[in-house]
């Protein structure tokens, strides 16, 4: 009786252990130095298969992904992020709408001008949404913190 609540129990474990919260998207945040005052912030996202994310420029249906920053009275933030990767464009009948997603990866990169030349950071935020063919996750926010040296 005890051998078989010991397994049991081992058993339950095993499964609540993989029952953790499912992340298939793994993100990292760089900067580089184009110039004295300029960089370029390179947001990147390895996806995990069969999932995807979707564009910032989803305007119906799923959660677009958004980047936005704090401001910083030292930095200078030059127009959209661009999406790099080969995007994705289907009919998704849930939402009733075409829509345009990222597999496997993508990088989305932000040129930033400095006022002046100093050390300083960009602290934001990464808001997406993230499906495969049977379902979606809640949407996710990742923060970040990139030094601009």
């Known amino acids: 009786m005890k051998k078989g609540m010991i397994l049991f129990c081992s058993v339950l474990m095993v499964f609540v252990a993989g029952a953790q919260k499912l992340n298939p998207v793994k993100w990292t945040f760089e900067a580089v130095k184009k110039s004295e005052k300029q960089y370029e912030i390179k947001i990147s996202a390895a996806i995990e298969a069969p999932w995807h994310i979707y564009s910032q ?3 119906d249906g799923p959660i677009p ?3 936005t ?3 910083n009275p030292l930095v200078q933030i030059k127009g959209p992020a661009k999406e790099l990767g080969k995007i994705e464009k289907k009919f998704d009948k849930n939402f ?3 829509i345009a997603y990222f597999s496997n990866n993508v ?3 932000q040129l930033v001008n400095l006022k002046v030349a100093s050390k300083t950071k960009i602290v ?3 808001e997406y949404g ?3 063919d049977d379902r979606c996750l809640p949407p996710a926010k990742i923060a ?3 030094a601009l040296q």
């Open 57 to 59: 420029f989803v305007k």
């Open 65 to 67: 992904t958004t980047i």
């Open 69 to 71: 920053y704090k401001a």
């Open 96 to 98: 009733n709408t075409d």
């Open 107 to 109: 990088q989305f990169t």
């Open 124 to 126: 934001g935020e990464v």
């Open 130 to 132: 993230v499906c495969n």
């Open 144 to 146: 970040f913190e990139i």
